[in-house]
């Protein structure tokens, strides 16, 4: 029989949100485990729009790591976003601050670094969590070479499959609040601002959009995204459209005249915020993509991944204090994050609704935003 490993905490993913988490727990003397199927640095596919929301909330952890990440190289400043509609005309909505693109094979790869410096957090890579339990006693976690942890409370941090949340929270794909997206990098894409979000709203190709958004080394990342629920109900291949979008409709593809794609077109889900879940159980908690927290509107989840990621770190704190971490102590965790993100999300969620597939809606509200009086009045965008 293998022998059990004890800890106070353990992590399951370090992407944003596990990352985040075991960041913000580097200081409470508490073991951590941190549990990560593949290696870093690691892909993920992604727009790599990282908002400026993330500074804050680096900054509520430690100052200094947004002074860091402001020192970062391989990113570009993000100023605007530049909407399209369907017949093309485009309307700018300025940030009122500063976002980013950077990859995320760049950006997860150095918040996991920070994280590894939690020098009470054991960090496993290329370790598959297969089964998860939770009792009043302990919570505990079973690897798929057979080695067993247990721990006080457990974080599923482990993305839009995450096994945590199948396991120990019941969920199931709703495909109303879920998208399909897929990214493809290029190069040399013509006419690319460097600090300019482009988002495609096309005739044939919603509810969903198509985005450019830049890069360093005159780098774009380019995807499509679509409701699942669309995409399940007519059979829409989002490769062959994100594909037909760029080697067919003309204003795009002219863009695409002389780029080069680095790679094959990649595919993942996104779990959508539109739908309120469980999110925490006796001795667990779900974070960022496990807990369905994406935007069902832009599809950003990075910021959401970390907030919850420091929410739940934050609880985790008041559980031992208390030393209670059943079910109904842990709701706390539920309301906060809901508090913090839920309006924002339904909000976005009846905008996504409204807007659907209604090409005139789209065509007439960018033409209207593009009115002289009414564009001087439209408020920076808080991004
Ligand atoms: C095409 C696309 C475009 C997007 N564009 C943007 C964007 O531009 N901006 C934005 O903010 N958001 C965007 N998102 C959403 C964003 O990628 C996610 O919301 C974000 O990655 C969530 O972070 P997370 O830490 O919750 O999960 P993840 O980043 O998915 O991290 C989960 C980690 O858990 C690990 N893991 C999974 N299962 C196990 C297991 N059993 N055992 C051990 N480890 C495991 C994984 O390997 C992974 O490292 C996009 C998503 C997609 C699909």
Aim: proline share 3%.
């Amino acid at each position: 029989m293998n022998e059990i490993k004890i800890f106070d905490v353990i992590i399951i993913g370090a992407g944003p949100a596990g990352s985040t988490a075991t960041i913000a727990l580097r200081n409470s003397g508490l073991k951590v485990a941190l549990l990560e199927k593949e290696l870093f640095p690691r892909d993920k596919i992604c727009g790599d729009a990282v908002s400026s929301v993330v500074k804050r909330i680096l900054r509520q952890i430690d100052p200094e790591l947004e002074k860091q990440l402001d020192q970062f190289e391989e990113k570009v400043y993000i100023e605007k976003a530049k909407l399209y509609s369907p017949k093309f005309e485009s309307l700018e909505i300025a940030f009122s601050k500063k976002g980013h693109c950077i990859k995320r094979i760049v950006f997860d790869n150095w918040l996991f670094n920070i994280a590894c410096q939690n020098k009470n957090a054991e960090i496993f890579q290329q370790i598959k969590v297969s089964t998860v339990t939770s009792n009043q006693e302990y919570a505990e976690v079973k690897l798929e070479d057979g080695r067993i942890l247990r721990a006080k409370v457990i974080l599923g941090c482990d993305g839009a499959h995450s096994i945590v949340a199948k396991q120990l929270a019941n969920f199931k794909v709703d495909r109303k609040h879920y998208s399909g997206a897929v990214r493809q990098y290029y190069k040399n894409v013509k006419g690319l601002e460097g600090n300019a979000l482009e988002v495609y709203f096309l005739k044939g190709y919603l509810p969903g959009y198509f985005w450019i958004f830049p890069l360093n080394n005159n780098e774009a990342n380019v995807g499509f995204g679509m409701l699942s629920d669309t995409i399940a109900k007519q059979k829409i291949d989002i490769k062959k459209s994100m594909s037909d979008i760029i080697n067919h409709i003309p204003e795009v593809a002219e863009r695409f005249k002389d780029a080069i794609p680095l790679e094959e077109t990649k595919g993942f889900g996104l779990p959508l915020g539109s739908k309120k879940y469980h999110i925490s159980g006796e001795r667990f908690m779900l974070c960022g993509d496990a807990a369905s927290l994406i935007d069902p509107f832009s599809g950003e989840g990075i910021e959401t991944a970390m907030e919850s990621g420091k929410f739940a770190a934050e609880q985790i704190l008041k559980c031992i204090e208390a030393n209670d971490f059943s079910s109904s102590k842990l709701k706390a965790y539920d309301e906060r994050v809901y508090k913090k993100m839920w309006s924002n999300f339904n909000n976005h969620y009846i905008l996504q609704r409204i807007l659907g597939k209604r090409v005139w809606l789209i065509n007439w509200l960018i033409s209207f935003g593009n009115i002289p009086f009414i564009k001087k009045r439209i408020p920076k965008y808080f991004y």
